[in-house]
């Protein structure tokens, strides 16, 4: 049975671009984005990963620590990355894992199993698009999976960090579209009208199961 939203992320070791990751010791404290891609020197890749690291300054706000994964060797990902550098005019800083033996793209079941031409020389599958996001307790929030020929929009993998974390926080959910706290969250459905009182002074009940609050103290 594949990984389920609430289940223990696997651990593992694995080789990686900024050294050797024990990866629950690696991300200890703070969320993590796993993600996987197809191969180095892709074009679609290239802009993914191009996206991520210019998002940097806005995953350590959050605590977030991320990380990709391919089937290819350091010595691929180390020149690959300089390309990604150049043609995103971006500084990649986050370890890429070089997962050839599939072991990691195993555990998180990542390979490839419609898409007959996502194979590498050997015609050994390679990964799919994949993302989890997974909490300072190893706990799995969110799973992702695109296929090959999609790039992910990784804005809207920040934007679920930002629903996840605030409900973490607060006895709330958040609404389609939501954008931040400057737009109303949802009272979650476990919360009485009095303690929405106390809790979201001002909130507004649409109908008994949608009620809606402004969050004005983050």
């Known amino acids: 049975m594949g990984l389920r939203l609430g289940d223990i992320a696997p651990d593992f070791t ?7 990751v024990k990866f629950h010791s690696w991300k200890e404290g703070t969320w993590a ?3 996987s891609h197809p191969e180095d020197f892709t074009p679609v890749c290239t802009t993914e990963l191009g996206r991520v690291a210019k998002l940097a300054d806005e995953w350590k706000k959050r605590n977030v620590k991320v ?3 391919s089937c290819n060797t350091l010595e691929s990902h180390e020149g690959w990355i300089k390309d990604i550098n150049e043609t995103q005019q971006t500084n990649v800083q986050f370890p890429i894992l070089a ?3 599939r072991k990691v793209a195993t555990a998180y079941d990542m390979l490839d199993y419609q898409d007959a031409t996502n194979v590498d020389k050997k015609g050994m599958p390679l990964t799919v698009r994949s993302v989890f996001v997974i909490d300072p ?3 799995i ?3 992702i999976t695109y296929p090959a020929s999609t790039g992910r929009n990784f804005d ?3 934007r679920v960090v930002d629903s996840l974390q605030l409900g973490d926080k607060r006895k709330i959910a958040t609404p389609e ?3 931040g706290v400057q737009d109303d969250v949802i009272v979650h459905n476990s919360v009485s009208n009095e303690e929405a009182a106390k809790l979201f002074p001002g909130f507004k009940i649409i109908k008994p199961y949608l009620r809606t609050a402004k969050i004005t103290d983050e």
């Open 99 to 101: 997962d050839a033996d």
């Open 156 to 158: 809207e993998v920040l």
């Open 14 to 20: 694995a080789p990686s671009t900024k050294g050797e």
């Open 33 to 35: 984005i796993l993600f």
């Open 67 to 69: 990380i990709g994964l």
């Open 141 to 143: 929030r969110l799973i």
């Open 177 to 179: 579209g939501w954008r």
């Open 137 to 139: 307790k190893n706990v």
